[in-house]
Nanobody, 125 residues
């Protein structure tokens, strides 16, 4: 059974940093594409970043240069380092996994197979 458990969310002031973690279990982690999504109240879930099994990464334009996605296959862990946080980054952040190779579709949440429960990030101005 696939399980994804996020941690590391919290409340910070604008300009601050947070590091989100996602612990994965129940599948061959290293062969899956992993991603981070976020959803703010009354908004659709949006793709933030993705990292494929070969380590290649993709980012939403809104977070490029501020966020860094990484993975540790030995520990079955996924990370999202978030620097220069802005109030508009406030959202519930979700870890996601798919057995498909990443492509231009990666920001489409319907294409991902597995989801965590989310961790809240709140950025105050």
């Amino acid at each position: 059974q696939v399980q994804l458990v996020e941690s590391g969310g919290g409340s910070v002031q604008a300009g601050g940093s947070l590091r989100l973690s996602c612990a994965a279990s129940g599948y061959t982690y290293s062969s899956f594409c992993m991603g981070w999504f976020r959803q703010a109240p009354r908004k659709e879930r949006e793709g933030v970043a993705a990292i494929d099994s070969d380590g290649s990464t993709s980012y939403a334009d809104s977070v490029k240069g501020r966020f860094t996605i990484s993975r540790d296959n030995a520990k079955n862990m996924l990370y999202l380092q978030m620097n220069g946080l802005k109030p508009e980054d406030t959202a519930m952040y979700y870890c996601a996994a798919t057995s498909k190779r990443a492509g231009t579709w990666w920001r489409d949440s319907s294409r991902w197979n597995y989801w965590g429960q989310g961790t809240q990030v709140t950025v105050s101005s």
